[in-house]
C-alpha cells in the first residue's frame, strides 16, 4: 500500500500484492540452495571444522562445502576462524546474524516433522485437506 501525498489517504496497489516481498526473496536466494540451511543447522550446535562439517552432511562435496561456506562469510551469516597450530586447522561458527536464524529454523524442522510425514517427504493424509 502507498499513502497518496496529498490528504494522507492510502491506496490500494493490486500489483504489489501479487509481487513476492523482497525480503523473502532475498532469503530464499541464499538459504534455499542446496546444502546451505544443513550448514547453518549443523553450526547452530557450536563451531565446527570443516572436516566435521562435512562428515556431518552427507553427500555434501568439499568443494561445494567450501563454495557454501564462502556464500555465508560473505553474507555475514559465518564467521571463519583460523585455530593456531600445530596442526593449523580452520573452523566455522555462527556470527550473531546467523544465530538469530536458529528460532525460524527450528519452526521449519518442526513443520517439516509434522507437514511432510516421515522420511519419506510425504505429508499425511490428514493434512492433505
Known amino acids: 500500500m502507498s499513502e497518496a501525498c496529498a490528504g494522507g489517504a492510502v491506496t490500494h496497489e493490486p500489483q504489489r ?9 532475498r532469503v530464499f536466494g541464499l538459504l ?13 550446535s557450536g563451531p565446527r ?8 552432511i552427507p553427500g555434501i562435496s568439499e568443494r561445494m562445502l567450501s563454495d557454501r ?4 562469510g560473505g553474507a555475514g551469516l559465518v564467521v571463519r ?11 566455522y ?3 550473531a546474524a546467523g544465530a538469530a536464524l536458529q528460532p525460524a529454523l527450528r519452526e521449519l ?7 511432510l510425514g516421515a522420511e519419506g517427504g510425504t505429508c499425511p493424509e490428514e493434512f492433505r485437506k
Open 17 to 25: 500484492c501479487s509481487t513476492v516481498d523482497i525480503g523473502m526473496t
Open 32 to 44: 534455499g540452495k542446496r546444502w546451505t540451511g544443513l550448514i547453518v543447522s549443523v553450526l547452530m
Open 49 to 56: 571444522h570443516f572436516a566435521d562439517l562435512r562428515r556431518a
Open 69 to 72: 561456506l564462502t556464500e555465508l
Open 81 to 91: 576462524q583460523v585455530d593456531e597450530g600445530p596442526p593449523l586447522r580452520v573452523s
Open 93 to 95: 561458527r555462527l556470527s
Open 109 to 115: 524442522g518442526d513443520w517439516a516433522g509434522k507437514y
